[in-house]
């Protein structure tokens, strides 16, 4: 069964920096396309970040306009895990951060992923 543990929320002034980390266990973490999308309270689910699986690299990233040029999405195979380096945070920013995962790409960039992690809070301060 393999599971998505998120780590590395917190609470940040605006204009600083955090670094979100996935880790996955039991399955081929090579093998899946990852993501990561975010949801304010009363919001909906909201796609931010992607990055799909091909054969010797570290895969193609995909963007949401609202963050491209300040966060990157990359991945550690050896450490099997999948990481969000968020710069130059807003206050809108602030929102619950859940880490996706799919054989497909399509399926993790509309959000219906086959795996969902429980989410960790960030809360960027203006």
């Known amino acids: 069964q393999v599971q998505l543990v998120e780590s590395g929320g917190g609470l940040v002034q605006a204009g600083g920096s955090l670094r979100l980390s996935c880790t996955v266990s039991g399955d081929t973490f090579s093998e899946y396309t990852m993501g990561w999308f975010r949801q304010a309270p009363g919001k909906v689910r909201e796609f931010v970040a992607a990055?799909?699986?091909?054969?010797?690299?570290?895969?193609?990233?995909d963007y949401a306009v609202s963050v491209k040029g300040r966060f990157t999405i990359s991945r550690d195979i050896a450490d099997n895990t999948v990481n969000l380096q968020m710069n130059s945070l807003k206050p809108e920013d602030t929102a619950v951060y859940y880490c996706?995962?799919?054989?497909?790409?399509?399926?993790?960039?509309?959000?219906?992923?086959?795996?969902w992690g429980q989410g960790t809070q960030v809360s960027v301060s203006s």
């Open positions: 996706a995962a799919d054989e497909k790409f399509s399926r993790v960039r509309i959000g219906i992923p086959d795996l």
């Open positions: 990055l799909s699986w091909s054969a010797g690299n570290s895969g193609v990233p």
